[in-house]
C-alpha cells in the first residue's frame, strides 16, 4: 500500500510564504510524478504545479513566477514553496502522486489527505 502524506499548510497573510511538504511512503518502486492541486469551498480541484521524475515542471498560470515546485527523490518528497501568496478562504492543497509498486505494474494515481491554506489578513 502505498500512502502520501502532506503538511506545511496553515493561516498566513497575504504576501507572506509557506512551504508545503508531501511524502510518499509504503510499496514504492517508481514515481513517475508528483503534483500539488488546489481546491477551494465550492470550487473543483485545480492542478497547481507538477513534476516528473527529470525535474521538468507545470505551473498554472495563476502562480507561475510565485510558486515553485520541487523534489527530493531520495526521499519520495515533493515540495511546494508558495510565496508572495494571494487572499484565499481555506483551500486545501491535496498531493498527487503517479506511482508504480513494482516493475510488473501499472502505475496508479495516490492523493494525500490535503492540507490547509488559509491567506487573510
Known amino acids: 500500500q502505498v500512502q502520501l502524506v502532506e503538511s506545511g499548510g496553515g493561516l498566513v497573510q497575504p504576501g507572506e510564504s509557506l512551504r508545503l511538504s508531501c511524502v510518499a511512503s509504503?510499496?514504492?518502486?517508481?514515481?513517475?510524478?508528483m503534483g500539488w492541486y488546489r481546491q477551494a469551498p465550492g470550487k473543483q480541484r485545480d492542478l497547481v504545479a507538477g513534476?516528473?521524475?527529470?525535474?521538468?515542471?507545470n505551473y498554472a498560470d495563476s502562480v507561475k513566477g510565485r510558486f515553485t515546485i520541487s523534489r527530493d527523490n531520495a526521499k519520495n518528497t515533493v515540495y511546494l514553496q508558495m510565496n508572495s501568496l494571494k487572499p484565499e478562504k481555506a483551500a486545501v492543497y491535496y498531493c498527487n502522486a503517479r506511482i508504480k509498486s513494482s516493475p510488473l505494474r501499472q502505475g496508479r494515481d495516490y492523493w494525500g489527505q490535503g492540507t490547509q491554506v488559509t491567506v487573510s489578513s
Open positions: 509504503g510499496s514504492i518502486f517508481t514515481i513517475n510524478y
Open positions: 513534476i516528473i521524475t527529470g525535474g521538468s515542471t
